[in-house]
């Protein structure tokens, strides 16, 4: 069955630094999508960043970028001068779509990241 | 412009009773999505509607269902309410519902309606 793995369910880091948060996925698929999520003690959901399984090159968006090692099925989030905004839960998600039936959609358990002043 | 509006932002139910959640999207978005965020289960999609079909289902019983109106404003509904059922209910729009390849589109989520069922 597909599944995402985070490994690490607390971080901290300190500000201004550079986190890495990990990410594994299983998949049999060829065509696939990852995202990572923020959802910082208020609730709300923000979508971070996006990669697609044929993409060649990592995501970028500002200071969020996505290590894709499409071999070793892993999809890590790399957060570059960590802000005390930045601490929240963030989830790793993917999406494989289906031709004749519905898309899967799963997401991973979170890691929980705290941002030390 | 308007965020993605959930209402009611909090509810409470008793076991049995059915309940109704409504998320207006964003303008021009016509693809809303839902899912459940519980402790125990963590993040579940429920379902996903574009241009008033649903394109989309996850793992769920019959008695979670949704529609989407020709404003793609979207309803999700419960049934026969359970004490599992208490969770928050996030509903996220987009313009596309479906992107493997690389684009540009992104979903914006709402602050979500915390259902608790007593």
């Known amino acids: 069955a597909q599944k995402i793995t985070q490994t690490q369910p607390g971080m901290f880091v300190q500000e201004k630094e550079a986190v890495t948060l990990d990410c594994t996925y299983d998949t049999s698929d060829q065509s696939y999508g990852l995202f990572w999520y923020k959802q910082p003690s208020s609730g709300e959901m923000i979508f971070l960043i996006y990669?697609?399984?044929?993409?060649?090159q990592n995501a970028t968006e500002g200071r969020y970028s996505l290590n894709f090692q499409k071999a070793r099925k892993s999809a890590n989030l790399v957060i570059s001068a960590s802000q005390l905004g930045d601490s929240a839960m963030y989830f790793c998600?993917?999406?494989?779509?289906?031709?004749?039936?519905?898309?899967?959609?799963?997401f991973g358990p979170g890691t929980s990241l705290s941002v030390i002043p | 412009k308007a965020g993605v509006t959930q209402t009611p932002r909090y509810l409470i139910k008793t076991r049995g009773q059915q309940v109704t959640l409504s998320c207006s999207p964003i303008s021009g978005h016509r693809s809303v999505s839902w899912y459940q965020q519980t402790p125990g289960q963590g993040l579940q999609f429920l379902f996903e509607?574009?241009?008033?079909?649903?394109?989309n289902k996850g793992n769920f019983p019959g008695r979670f269902s949704g529609r989407q109106f020709s404003n793609s404003r979207s309803e999700m509904n419960v049934s026969t309410l359970e004490l599992g059922d208490s969770a928050l209910y996030l509903c996220a729009s987009s313009l596309v519902y479906r992107f493997v390849d690389r684009g540009p589109y992104g979903y914006t989520f709402g602050s979500g309606t915390r259902l608790t069922v007593v």
């Open positions: 998600a993917m999406r494989e779509p289906r031709k004749t039936s519905y898309d899967k959609v799963i």
């Open positions: 990669q697609g399984s044929y993409d060649e």
């Open positions: 509607y574009f241009s008033e079909t649903q394109r």
